[in-house]
């Protein structure tokens, strides 16, 4: 079989641009020459990213041609066919050996063998089968026959599972290996350890060598439930979570939370915002990493030595409460699919019991972005308003991804819907159709998807005697400012629960409202009237509003009502503030404006703030921002996807630096190793390239004698002695032609 850069130098421009398509992470950095490329090409870290990409089907094929094709034998679709059963049709089996071919896993067109790093990649027993007995088929099953009860429930277990087994020096089991091993049923590697040879394998798994061949996808239970229906569900949920997103914003502007010393933040500030915002935990740690890869969120600088450096938001989080939610969800999504977190790991423990924190260094996932892809993308085949029930997934995803771990698969995959459906991309376990384009990488086309999918937004409310005002649907942006400041948020979603308090009011008020904007707000978009109840609730309020005014001298107060003054005067005295009367009408105080206020309140007053002008101003504190965002979101470490113009000019190029590559020193590792194996079988001499202490390298003409812990142990035709090599020195190996001596080298001028 040629070498590999051989087979890449046989191969035409189109050929090499669909490898490079297939196997994007060879490109990531652009390799410089074809031999570049041919040992990146058979890495092991490359090979076993192609093969994750293949689907049982695929793994079972070539799992066939691995087995078939030792002793350099080229194997063809007929025979695999006939190895797999009547399941696997020819024409099938050919459509899989291209598909092969085109990640480089196999090489030859008809016949195929496979490329020099697949086996070793495959693992040491490839299709479960072990090395070949001295038994024929016939022999075989008639020893199987004469075998006892127990020896064949041994031998199906091994049959079905690792071909490998060890047993000890003594028990019962040590009589029954012996006579599976005298009849030829068993191999005996070392002592104690024992392989099933391969003929006995196939015999004992009855026509299915391989287990069931499925050439397409198995058939799974379907959950229909229309494309209107679940992209109406998903936009709902959609609006709901950039909802949170802005409340989530709004309550660290106003009091952000400090940064744990490792990184991170605490148990006690999730704590808080969960209570706050009345949301799960670990919802708030979803939103909290979004909003970090976003850039909307990041450590503070302190702007004294003794302030704390905390979590704020930066000043991108203005613009993004100005964009509306379609667009601003898109952004939110797309940060999500790209994120390389796993917020679901948040309050876990690590190995050593320690706590994980929300944003801290622990909960990287460096395969987020493929996963969430690979999870998303088995929805993403269905038609639109078609989902899976988790059952249905991991069958799917069993059958699309076979030689993924399962342990790790399934509850990766169930956290992926998890979060998927509370940001709005699925919904009844079915991707919405603006989630199919944040996968495709489409976000205008998904904040259109989202805007379709919404109704309309409604300029009415139904206000309640309880003094809960419901908006039955969403609201337009202006009349949902107006409201989130006159009310609070009870709870948010597609039908948003506000209630209307005197703090609430009073909010209102201090943010320049008057009496009659608040009537008119209620009256003008309620559907059911105003209450009574609110009618003379902002009536109180407002006739309390500014009765008396607090200033600064550090902080004064005034009023007409001389007796409202001592009631002050007094208040604050009791709660341990100085504070001293200019006039029947006026006092000033020492302590800070806010600090003065508080007490008054807790008192059952409803003074109001004033500038040095006499107006009223709005007490609440201006939400904190950040200058630059430190924590930036990591960009993704998967290969980015070039154009088919970016590939053709990325072969152009290798194919002119080729021109003077060496051949012998282009060789993978694998490929050395391989040929050095087989020099060991066939007790043939090689000439190899190898780098001395000091750098240089040299060539030589050794005759192998045995390859294992990184080094060959070899006869050094130069020297005329026995020398150990290190493998990790060797930079090619060519055999030396029957009959040759070694008088010229290779290369030699």
């Given amino acids: 079989m040629p070498s590999t850069l051989d087979w890449l130098r046989a191969r035409d421009d189109a050929a090499l641009v669909t490898l490079l398509r297939a196997r994007p992470d060879l490109t990531v950095p652009a390799p410089t020459d074809l031999s570049v490329l041919a040992r990146r090409l058979d890495s092991p870290p490359s090979v ?25 034998h080229q194997v063809t679709p007929s025979e695999v066919s006939s190895f797999l059963g009547r399941d696997a049709p020819v024409k099938q089996v050919k459509r899989v050996f291209g598909d092969l071919e085109s990640l480089a896993l196999i090489r030859g067109g008809d016949a195929v063998r496979p490329s020099g790093a697949v086996p070793a990649a495959m693992g040491e ?13 016939d022999q075989v099953a008639k020893a199987v026959a004469r075998t006892t009860e127990e020896g064949r429930a041994l031998l199906a277990r091994l049959a079905q599972g690792r071909p490998k087994g060890s047993v000890g020096t003594s028990g019962p089991l040590v009589a029954l290996v012996g006579s599976l091993v005298e009849a030829g049923l068993l191999l005996q590697m070392e002592p104690g350890t024992v392989v099933l040879p391969r003929e006995v394998g196939l015999a004992l798994r009855e026509g299915q060598p391989l287990g069931p061949v499925s050439v397409s996808t198995p058939p799974v239970t379907l959950s229909r439930k229309g494309r209107e229906t679940v992209d ?63 850039g909307l ?89 078609t989902g899976l029930d988790p059952a249905s997934l991991s069958t799917r995803l069993a059958w699309a991804a076979p030689l993924r771990n399962p342990e790790r698969r399934d509850p990766m995959a169930a956290t992926v819907i998890v979060e998927a459906t509370a940001l709005g991309i699925v919904a009844f376990d079915a991707l919405s159709t603006a989630g199919r384009s944040i996968l495709s990488g489409d976000q205008e086309g998904a904040a259109n998807a989202l805007r379709g999918a919404l109704p ?60 009659a904007d608040l009537h008119s707000l209620f009256e003008k978009h309620s559907l059911t009237g105003v209450p009574q109840a609110l009618t003379y609730l902002i009536d109180d309020v407002a006739r309390r509003h500014g009765v008396l005014r607090v200033g600064a001298a550090a902080s004064y107060l005034r009023s007409e009502d001389p007796a409202l003054i001592d009631q002050a005067i007094a208040q604050a005295t009791a709660s341990g503030m100085s504070v001293r009367r200019l006039a029947p009408t006026v006092a000033i105080s020492t302590s800070r404006l806010e600090d003065l206020l508080a007490p008054l309140r807790l008192a059952g007053l409803v003074p109001a703030a004033e500038n040095n ?29 070039p154009s088919d113009e970016q590939l053709a000019g990325l072969v152009q190029r290798m194919r002119s630096a080729d021109g003077n590559v060496d051949a012998a020193n282009s060789q993978s590792p694998q490929e050395n190793l391989a040929v050095l194996r087989q020099a060991v079988d066939h007790h043939q001499a090689v000439w190899i390239g190898y780098v001395d202490s000091e750098g240089g390298t040299t060539r030589r003409m050794i005759e192998p004698v045995a390859v294992s812990g990184g080094s060959v142990a070899a006869f050094d035709r130069l020297r005329e002695t026995m020398r150990t090599f290190a493998l990790h020195r060797i930079t090619g190996v060519q055999a030396v032609p029957p009959g040759g001596n070694g008088a010229t080298r290779p290369g030699a001028d």
């Avoid at 076993?48 to 350099?72: I, K, M, P, S, Y």
């Avoid at 072990?130 to 024929?136: E, I, V, Y």
């Avoid at 709004?250 to 148990?267: N, T």
Wanted: hydrophobic residues 45%; contains cysteine; charged residues 25%.
């Fill in 48 to 72: 076993w990213r192609a093969l994750e990409t293949l689907d049982r089907f695929a793994v079972q094929v070539l799992e066939c041609v691995v087995l078939l094709g030792e002793n350099r």
């Fill in 125 to 137: 027993f490839p299709g479960g089968f072990g090395p070949g007995g001295r038994l024929t088929d």
């Fill in 232 to 294: 109406g569900t998903a936009a709902g949920q959609a609006v709901a979570a950039v909802a949170i997103t802005h409340r989530l914003l709004d309550v660290l502007g106003q009091l952000p939370a400090p940064v744990l010393k490792s990184g991170g933040m605490g148990v006690r500030e999730m704590r808080r915002l969960a209570k706050e915002l009345d949301l799960d935990p670990a919802l708030i740690a979803l939103h909290l990493e979004i909003l970090a890869a976003s």
């Fill in 297 to 385: 969120i990041s450590t503070s600088e302190p702007r004294a030595r003794t302030a704390l450096n905390s979590w704020t938001p930066t000043k991108s989080a203005d613009d993004f409460a100005d964009e509306d939610d379609e667009t601003a969800w898109a952004h939110l999504a797309a940060t999500w699919l790209e994120l390389r977190r796993d917020p679901a790991r948040t309050g876990q423990r690590d190995a050593a019991g320690k706590v994980l924190a929300a944003l801290s260094a622990e909960l990287t996932w460096v395969r987020g972005p493929v996963d969430r892809r690979f999870v998303l993308g088995a929805l993403a085949e269905l038609p639109p308003g």
């Fill in 456 to 515: 309309e937004p409604v300029d009415k409310v139904m206000v309640q005697a309880d003094l809960t005002v419901v908006a039955p649907g969403r609201l337009q942006p202006e009349l949902a400012a107006r409201l989130a400041v006159a009310a609070d948020v009870e709870s948010a979603g597609s039908a948003t629960v506000y209630r209307v308090t005197p703090d609430s009011l009073r909010r209102a008020f201090d943010g320049g409202a008057s009496t």
């Fill in 613 to 641: 002008a006499g107006a009223v101003i709005d007490l609440r504190a201006a939400p904190q921002r950040t200058t630059t965002a430190v924590l930036t979101p990591a960009r993704r470490r998967e290969p980015p996807l």
